[in-house]
C-alpha cells in the first residue's frame, strides 16, 4: 500500500503556540493575577475526546504557569510561578500590590515572523534562561506564548495518517502470505483506535491506526500537580486564600487551604453564601452583606476587613478583596478575590498604639519643647513644655509653618531664613540637625534663646520623609553668659597682636587669635603645652631666662627676643609681660604681649645698608667723569701708535718699534684695565646702561654653564632648569652677562672642595605685599633667576657687607672687591633688585630679580671686522681738545673727514655752514657754555633727520634715559675703543642709509 506524503501532517510552530494565554492589566492587583491562574487550573478537564492528540496539545498549551500583563494588545511584562513563590517570601500583601510594581520586566518577546521552525524558538528560550516566550505580530501586538514543553511537545507527535482518504485512493493487491494485521495488545494504553475494512466475503483488507507515546503528557501531569501543590504552598505561606462564586448559580468555590483562614481543616468544601455568613463575627456581619451588594451594584472593588470566629472561640481579622464580572448585557455573573489573615496586623497596630499613647505620655512630661512637622511643613502636634517656651497656646501654633511670623534670628542678630529653620532643612535633605541656636521673639517681646534638634521620620522604602520631630530647649540664660564672655573673649582677638598667659611652671593657658596668625599653632594645639621647646630657639635662652627673673622681680619686662613659628620660620618679636597675681598677692601666671617686628627690622637694616652704598656710590661717581675723559685720549692714541708703527717698513727702526709696540700694548692694556674699573665702580655707583636690546636670558645662562662646564673644576656639578616660556629683559647682554659670571664664579670659589652649581629661573609677578617688604622692588612682572651653590656658605656678619665696593674675603691678590658691588650695580640700572640667603656649611642662593618683557628676539652679536669710511664728514663736539684731536685722528686714518667744535654753540655754526655735507655728529653731553642736550635739540629743528652718536663720561641711568629720550640713536659711553667708535659711527650711517 502506498501512501501519499501530503496526507502526513508534521509539527509546525503552530502546534506550540498558545493562543490564548492567561492576560492582565498592570493596575491590576497580584491577587487577581493568583486568582486567574489558581481559576484556569481548576478549569482543565480530562481528556475525554476521541481526539486524543488534539487534546493533548491543548492541554500542553493551556499550562497556566505565568501571566502576561498587556495594555492596548501590548505586553508590558510577565509573572511566573517562580515570581509568586519570592514574592512570598517577602510578606507582601498580595491584596496591595499592583502587577506593573513587581511584574518582570523588559520581556524577552519575537515575532512570529522571524521563526523558521519550533528549534528557533527553543533556542531563545535555552540563550535567555527563560520558561515563557510572548510571539508577536509585526505590529508588536500579542499573538500567544510559547514555552520549551509545548515547542517540545510538538516534536514528539507522531505523524498522523488520513485513514479515510488513504483508503478511498486505488490500492495495490495485498499478497495473502502477509499478516492481515497489525495487533497491538488489548490493554495498550497508547491504542487510540482502529479501523477495519472488510470486503465483500468479510475479510479484511485494510488494517489501520494510530499509536501515540504520551510518556511526556504523563510527566507534564506530575509537574502541573507539583507546581499546584507549590502555588498552595505560597498562598498558605502567605496567609492568604482564593474565592469564587457563581452569582448565577450560587455555587462557591475557595482554595484547598482556604478553611485555614476560618479555623476549619485544610481541603474544608466552601461552604454556601449562606453558611459562610455564619463563620463572619456577627457585629460584622452587616458591614460584610454592604460590602458585597455595593460591589456587585455599584461595580466597584469588593474590599472588606472583619473579623471570624474559629470553632475554639478564637478571635481573627481577615481582609477579603474582590472584583466582579459581568455579562454583555451588565448582569452580574461571577465574583472572584482573596482572603488573608490580618490577624498579626492588627495585633502589631494595637501594640502601636498603645506604644504611641505611652511616648505621648513622655513627651507631655518633658521638659524640652517637642513639635511634629507635617512633609508641608505645617505643625500638627506639640506638647505643653512647647506652648511655655515659646509662650504661645497650642491653638496658636499648631498649623503654623516656618515663616517670617516667628521673627526668628541668629546669634549675630541678622535674620534666620526660613529655609533654614532644622524643621525644613529636615524635610528638603531627609537629614537630621542638631544644636541650631535660633533666637525667636515671644508675643510679650521677649528674646528668647532656642537650642534646636530635628529628626527626620520615614516609611518604607521611601527616601522623603514624611514628618519631623522638633526638639528645644530655653538656653537663654546660659547664651546671655556666653555673650559676655565673646565679648570680653572679643577684646584681645580684635588685637592683632599675639596675646598669650603662661602659668610659673611654663604651660600656656590662654592663647588668642592675634598668637595663632603670628606663631601659627592652634589654641587646641598649644594649650597646655610647653613653649619653650615651640616658640624659643637656642639662641634665646639666656635672654628668656633673664626675662623671666625680671619680670618676677619688677612685675613687668619688654624687650626684643627671636621666636620660631609652626612652619619654622625664625622671627622677632618685640615682648612685654607682665605677673598676674592671685587674691594673695602672689604670682599665678604671666601675661604676655608679642608684637612681631620682623619686618621692621628688615627694612631697617635695607634702609642702613642702602645709605652705606649711596655714600660710597657718591664718592665712587665724582670721580667717574674725570678719569673717563683722561683715560679716553690714552686708550685712542696708544692704538693710533700702534697703526701707525705698523705701517714703518724701514729695517732700521724694526727693532726699536717692537719695543715700542710693547710700551704701547702695556699702556694700551692697562688703560682698558682702568677705564674697565671705572666702568665697574660707576656701575656701582649710579648704575651704567649700554645698548639697551630685548635679550633671552634663557641664552645667556645656558652660556654661562658652559664656560663653567669647560673652565670649571671636574668635581663641580653644573646644573640648569629653566622653563620654556621665559619671558625676554631688556638691557645690555654684555653686562647681565657679566652679572651672571660673577655670580657663578664666586660660587665656584666657595666651593673648594667640590659641589654643585645650580642656575634656575622663573617667571613671577610680586605683588604689592611682597613689594612693601623690599624697598627695592616695585609691582609687576619679573624674571627671578636663582644662583645656588652647597659651598661653605656665609655667616651674617660678612652677608650684611657683601655687596659693599672692595669688600672681599679672599686672600689679598686675588680679588678686588668690586665684583658683587657690579653685581648690584648693573642689576639696579636694569630696574632689579638682588637678594641673597646663606648659612654656614650649607650654601649660598642669590635671588637675581629682573623686570620682565613680552618681546624675545634674537641676542644681537658684534662684527668681528672694523669697518672703513667712504669719504663722509663728521662733525666731532667735546670741549676737552685732546678728545676731539683724538676722534679726529682715528677717523681719518678709516677714511673719514671730519670739522671740530669745543662746544655746542661752535657745533650750531659749523652745522649751519655744513648741513648739506655733514653725514653725522659725535657730540659731548657735557661741555660748557652749551651741553649737548640744547645742542641736539637745536640740530633736530634745523634737520630732524641729524644723524648724532652721544659721548658721556658720566654715565648715569637718569643722564642715559635722558639721551635716548630726546631721539638719538646711538649712545657711546667714555672711555671707548677705536673699534666702539667705527662700529657705532658705521651703523648709524647705514641705518640712515637704509
Same mark, same amino acid.
Given at each position: ?147 520549551? @514543553? ?361 592663647? @588668642? ?228 659670571? @660673577? ?252
Amino acid at each position: 500500500m502506498q501512501f501519499d506524503e501530503h496526507l502526513i501532517d508534521l509539527p509546525t510552530l503552530y502546534h506550540g503556540i498558545n493562543l490564548y494565554p492567561l492576560t492582565i492589566d498592570p493596575d491590576s492587583y497580584v491577587v487577581d493575577a493568583i486568582a486567574l491562574m489558581y481559576q484556569k487550573r481548576n478549569q482543565i478537564l480530562p481528556f475525554t475526546s476521541l481526539n486524543a492528540v488534539e487534546n493533548a496539545r491543548n492541554w500542553y498549551l493551556q499550562k497556566t504557569s505565568c501571566v502576561l500583563v498587556v495594555e492596548a494588545e501590548k505586553v508590558l511584562g510577565i509573572l511566573t510561578e517562580r515570581d509568586i513563590f519570592r514574592l512570598a517570601g517577602s510578606n507582601i500583601d498580595f491584596s496591595e500590590v499592583k502587577m506593573a510594581e513587581v511584574m518582570a520586566q523588559p520581556v524577552i518577546k519575537m515575532k512570529l515572523s522571524h521563526f523558521q521552525d519550533i528549534l528557533k524558538a527553543l533556542s531563545v528560550l535555552h540563550n535567555h534562561q527563560i520558561g515563557h516566550l510572548p510571539i508577536v505580530d509585526d505590529d508588536e501586538r500579542l499573538v500567544g506564548v510559547v514555552t520549551a @514543553n509545548s515547542l517540545l511537545h510538538g516534536f514528539n507527535q507522531l505523524p498522523m495518517v488520513n485513514i479515510v482518504d488513504a483508503v478511498n485512493k486505488p490500492q495495490v493487491n495485498l499478497n495473502q502470505t502477509r499478516p492481515a494485521a497489525l495487533c497491538y495488545p488489548a490493554d495498550n494504553s497508547n491504542k487510540l483506535g482502529e479501523l477495519l475494512t472488510e470486503n465483500k466475503q468479510r475479510q479484511i483488507y485494510v488494517y489501520g491506526g494510530v499509536a501515540e507515546d504520551i510518556t511526556e503528557r504523563k510527566q507534564t501531569e506530575e509537574l502541573l500537580r507539583q507546581s499546584e501543590e507549590r502555588l498552595v504552598l505560597a498562598l498558605t505561606s502567605a496567609h492568604m486564600g482564593i474565592f469564587d462564586w457563581n452569582l448565577l448559580t450560587n455555587d462557591t468555590l475557595w482554595s484547598a487551604n482556604m478553611g485555614l483562614l476560618y479555623g476549619l481543616p485544610q481541603g474544608t468544601i466552601c461552604p454556601s453564601p449562606e453558611a459562610f455568613l455564619e463563620l463572619v463575627h456577627p457585629e460584622d456581619r452587616t458591614s460584610f452583606q454592604d460590602a458585597v451588594k455595593c460591589s456587585i451594584e455599584q461595580h466597584q472593588k469588593f474590599a472588606i476587613t472583619y473579623r471570624v470566629i474559629w470553632p475554639d472561640g478564637s478571635i481573627h481579622w481577615l481582609s477579603s478583596r474582590g472584583e466582579t464580572y459581568y455579562n454583555e448585557i451588565g448582569q452580574p455573573i461571577r465574583m472572584i478575590g482573596t482572603t488573608r489573615d490580618i490577624s498579626d496586623r492588627k495585633q502589631a497596630e494595637a501594640a502601636l498604639k498603645e506604644s504611641e499613647e505611652r511616648y505621648r505620655s513622655v513627651v507631655a512630661a518633658m521638659q524640652e519643647g517637642v513639635v511634629l512637622h507635617e512633609r508641608d511643613g505645617k505643625v500638627v502636634a506639640c506638647n505643653a513644655s512647647a506652648e511655655k517656651i515659646l509662650g504661645l497656646s497650642s491653638d496658636r501654633i499648631i498649623g503654623r509653618v516656618c515663616d517670617a511670623s516667628w521673627r526668628s534670628i541668629y546669634t549675630d542678630g541678622s535674620p534666620f531664613p526660613d529655609e533654614k529653620h532644622p524643621a525644613m532643612v529636615s524635610l528638603h535633605t531627609g537629614e537630621p540637625c542638631s544644636n541650631v541656636i535660633m533666637g525667636i521673639e515671644k508675643p510679650n517681646g521677649q528674646l528668647t534663646w532656642l537650642s534646636i534638634n530635628s529628626q527626620p521620620l520615614f516609611r518604607n522604602n521611601e527616601s522623603t520623609p514624611y514628618e519631623v520631630v522638633v526638639s528645644f530647649s530655653d538656653i537663654t540664660e546660659q547664651q546671655q553668659a556666653e555673650q559676655k564672655i565673646r565679648e570680653q573673649a572679643a577684646l584681645l582677638d580684635v588685637a592683632t597682636d599675639a596675646i598669650f598667659v603662661r602659668d610659673l611652671n611654663n604651660h600656656i593657658l590662654f592663647w @588668642n587669635r592675634g598668637a595663632e596668625s603670628l606663631y601659627g599653632w592652634s589654641a587646641s594645639e598649644i594649650l597646655g603645652t610647653e613653649p619653650k621647646t615651640l616658640l624659643d630657639p637656642e639662641t634665646s635662652a639666656h635672654r628668656h631666662k633673664i626675662a623671666l627673673k625680671t619680670v618676677i622681680a619688677a612685675g613687668v619686662w619688654q624687650g626684643e627676643l627671636q621666636k620660631i613659628t609652626k612652619s619654622g620660620q625664625n622671627i622677632i618679636v618685640e615682648s612685654r609681660w607682665t605677673v598676674m597675681r592671685d587674691a594673695a598677692g602672689k604670682p599665678k601666671s604671666i601675661l604676655i604681649v608679642d608684637t612681631d617686628i620682623t619686618q621692621k627690622k628688615q627694612l631697617e637694616e635695607q634702609f642702613f645698608r642702602t645709605q652705606r652704598l649711596e655714600s660710597l656710590g657718591t664718592l665712587a661717581g665724582g670721580i667717574a667723569h674725570d678719569l673717563n675723559n683722561i683715560l679716553t685720549p690714552i686708550l685712542a692714541a696708544a692704538q693710533l701708535l700702534q697703526n701707525r708703527n705698523n705701517r714703518k717698513s724701514e729695517p732700521s727702526s724694526i727693532a726699536g718699534g717692537k719695543r715700542s709696540q710693547q710700551l704701547l700694548k702695556i699702556i694700551e692694556n692697562n688703560a682698558q684695565r682702568g677705564a674697565g674699573l671705572v666702568k665697574q665702580v660707576l656701575s656701582f655707583a649710579r648704575g651704567c646702561k649700554g645698548e639697551r636690546t630685548i635679550i633671552q636670558l634663557k641664552h645667556l645662562i645656558t652660556d654661562i654653564i658652559l664656560i663653567g662646564k669647560q673652565t670649571f673644576p671636574k668635581s663641580i656639578e653644573c646644573a640648569t632648569k629653566l622653563p620654556e616660556d621665559l619671558c625676554a629683559v631688556s638691557g645690555n647682554a654684555t653686562q647681565l652677562h657679566q652679572v651672571l659670571m @660673577n655670580l657663578v664664579v664666586n660660587a665656584r670659589d666657595a666651593m673648594p672642595k667640590g659641589g654643585k652649581i645650580s642656575i634656575s629661573a622663573e617667571n613671577i609677578f610680586i605683588d604689592e605685599a611682597y613689594a612693601s617688604m623690599n624697598i627695592n622692588a616695585q609691582v609687576g612682572h619679573y624674571i627671578l633667576v636663582k644662583i645656588c651653590d652647597t659651598g661653605i656658605g656665609m655667616p651674617p656678619k660678612i652677608l650684611d657687607r657683601i655687596f659693599e665696593p672692595f669688600f672681599t674675603t679672599k686672600e689679598a691678590g686675588t680679588g678686588t672687591g668690586l665684583g658683587l658691588s657690579t653685581v648690584l650695580g648693573i642689576t639696579k640700572s636694569h630696574g632689579g633688585f638682588v637678594t641673597v640667603t646663606s648659612k654656614v656649611g650649607e650654601g649660598s642662593q642669590f635671588n637675581l630679580f629682573l623686570p620682565a618683557v613680552s618681546a624675545i628676539p634674537d641676542l644681537i652679536t658684534e662684527n668681528a671686522a672694523i669697518p672703513q669710511g667712504n669719504g663722509e664728514l663728521i662733525l666731532v663736539v667735546d670741549d676737552e681738545v685732546q678728545i676731539c684731536e683724538i676722534i679726529k685722528m682715528i677717523l681719518e686714518n678709516h677714511n673719514y673727514r671730519t670739522l671740530t667744535a669745543n662746544n655746542g654753540i661752535e657745533a650750531i655754526a659749523l652745522y649751519a655752514q655744513h648741513k648739506h655735507q655733514i653725514n653725522a655728529i659725535v657730540m659731548d653731553m657735557l661741555m660748557p657754555e652749551m651741553n649737548g642736550e640744547t645742542a641736539i635739540r637745536t640740530l633736530q629743528k634745523m634737520n630732524p633727520k641729524v644723524q648724532i652718536i652721544a659721548c658721556s663720561g658720566q654715565n648715569s641711568p637718569a643722564g642715559l634715559e635722558q639721551v635716548t629720550g630726546i631721539g638719538v640713536d646711538q649712545v657711546l659711553p667714555k672711555p671707548f675703543t677705536t673699534p666702539e667708535l667705527l662700529n657705532s659711527l658705521h651703523n648709524l650711517l647705514k641705518k640712515s642709509a637704509v
